[in-house]
């Protein structure tokens, strides 16, 4: 059970198919690299659009949200012009 010991060719042939294997694996690498980068590329832009909608919806709910406020206050006073609006044509 002795193994043959392989020839200088045969050794030089399987390093040439070695050699082709790296490059494609690492051909297959630098695209999958390239593409985790522009999936990187487009998360952060989104996250960006998100957090600017996010400021937009917060500024809109603010500024109903003091408009509420101000229409309560004016509300209660409404009345009590027409009062005085009654008393004076009276």
Do not use: C
């Not at 659009?49 to 996010?54: G, M, S, T």
């Not at 917060?58 to 229409?71: E, F, I, M, Y």
Request: charged residues 30%; aromatic residues 2%; negative net charge.
């Amino acid at each position: 059970m002795t193994e043959k010991k392989p020839t200088k060719k045969e050794v030089m042939q399987e390093n040439e198919e070695l050699k082709g294997q790296l490059t494609a694996v690492t051909g297959e690498a630098q695209r999958i690299s390239e593409a985790a980068q522009q999936i990187q590329a487009q998360s952060a832009h989104r996250l960006m659009i998100i957090r600017l909608l996010e400021n937009f919806v917060n500024t809109v709910n603010g500024s109903l949200q003091q408009l509420q406020r101000d229409l309560q206050e004016i509300q209660p006073q409404m009345p009590q012009e027409e009062e005085v609006v009654d008393e004076e044509e009276k």
